[in-house]
Every structure is written in structure tokens, then in C-alpha cells.
């Protein structure tokens, strides 16, 4: 009787190892994930808060999950060439990123490498494109689902978590930018002129 349970209990298993697996056979290839959000800056206003990796301290998502994390910056910290690592906790894990490409006031191509939590290798853009005085800014991410990351996310969805730290981190930038358009701006309240 209890070799019966036994052997019931390992079949359930290896069926649901074996559907986990097929599962995770269906699941696509390579992803983008990508979100766009307005502001009301012009492209010379934003496109240096993104160029300079320094200033992603200011509104990046990231940085509010682990601000203890160990940065390191290369010889060059803005434009095509520059460098970026960084080494925290279980929220943000280790990587670097590498301004691959610099169009100004246009488009940003990144190299990203993440070590931990998993080792992957992704491509990120991001975009600005003007609307009279507002810039529409969009941050997509590109990469490759290995076998692991197809079967993991049968249990998390990655679309969903990476874009809401997209969003965030553009809602910063958001903020920081329309503030610096409000401050380089002359009051029109209460003016008598």
C-alpha cells in the first residue's frame, strides 16, 4: 500500500516536471518590453539625463530598491564608451551597461549585462521623440529567453515587472526634467511686465 502512495506521488511529480517543461517549450524565443511616457521638456532638456550615467542616481529605479549598492563608473560616463557596474542586494543584483550608441536628442543604444541574480545579456533603448515643446520618451529592452528564463517565467511574468520599474524610472525623469524646464524658465505668475 505505502510502495502504491510512493509511486503515485513520484508519477504526479515527473507529470509535472514533464508539463513544466513542455510549458516551457512554447514559450517564445526572444522578448521586448517597452514603455513611453510624455514630458513636458524638449529632447535637449531629457536626452542628457539618460546619456550621463551619473545622472540615472537621480531617477533611476533602482536606486531607490538598493541606494547602499556598490557603483563603478568607467573613464567615461557620458555618450558612446561609457561605463557603468554595478554590485548589490538580492532587489538589484551585479551587471554593467554600455553606451553601445548616442544619437543626440534622438536615440541611446545600451549594452546590458546582468552576473546576478542570472546571467543574461540584453540589448536597451531608449528614444526621444519631440512633440513641439514635450518629448515623448520610450524605454524598451531586447533579449533572448534561454531555457531557464522560459521556464521561470511560467511563474513570474518579466513584462509586467520590468515594466513598472520602466515606468517608475520615467516618471522620475519625468519629474527632474519638467522641474529643470520650470527653474531655466521665467515666472509668468504675478508678473507685471
Known amino acids: 500500500m505505502i510502495l502504491k502512495i510512493v509511486l503515485g506521488i513520484v508519477l504526479l511529480l515527473v507529470l509535472a516536471v514533464v508539463v513544466i517543461l513542455i510549458a516551457a517549450m512554447t ?18 532638456v531629457v536626452f542628457p539625463h539618460v546619456n550621463n550615467l551619473q545622472k540615472w542616481e537621480a531617477w533611476s529605479p533602482w536606486e531607490k530598491l538598493d541606494p547602499n549598492m556598490k557603483k563603478t563608473y568607467g573613464d567615461t560616463v557620458e555618450g558612446e564608451g561609457a561605463y557603468y557596474a554595478w554590485n548589490g542586494d538580492g532587489n538589484v543584483g551585479a551587471g554593467a551597461i554600455t553606451i553601445a550608441e548616442s544619437q543626440p536628442y534622438e536615440k541611446i543604444k545600451m549594452d546590458l549585462k546582468i552576473l546576478r541574480p542570472f546571467a543574461c545579456e540584453n540589448d536597451v533603448f531608449f528614444t ?35 515594466g513598472n520599474q520602466f515606468t517608475e524610472g520615467l516618471e522620475s525623469l ?3 526634467t519638467e522641474e529643470e524646464v520650470k527653474q531655466a524658465s521665467p515666472g509668468e505668475a504675478g508678473s507685471t511686465s
Open 128 to 162: 526621444f521623440a519631440s512633440d513641439g515643446d514635450q518629448t515623448n520618451v520610450t524605454w524598451r529592452m531586447d533579449g533572448k529567453n534561454n531555457f531557464m528564463a522560459k521556464v521561470t517565467s511560467l511563474f513570474m511574468n518579466f513584462e509586467e515587472m520590468c
Open 174 to 176: 519625468k519629474q527632474i
Open 27 to 44: 514559450r517564445p524565443n526572444q522578448f521586448s518590453y517597452a514603455r513611453s511616457m510624455k514630458m513636458a521638456a524638449p529632447p535637449e
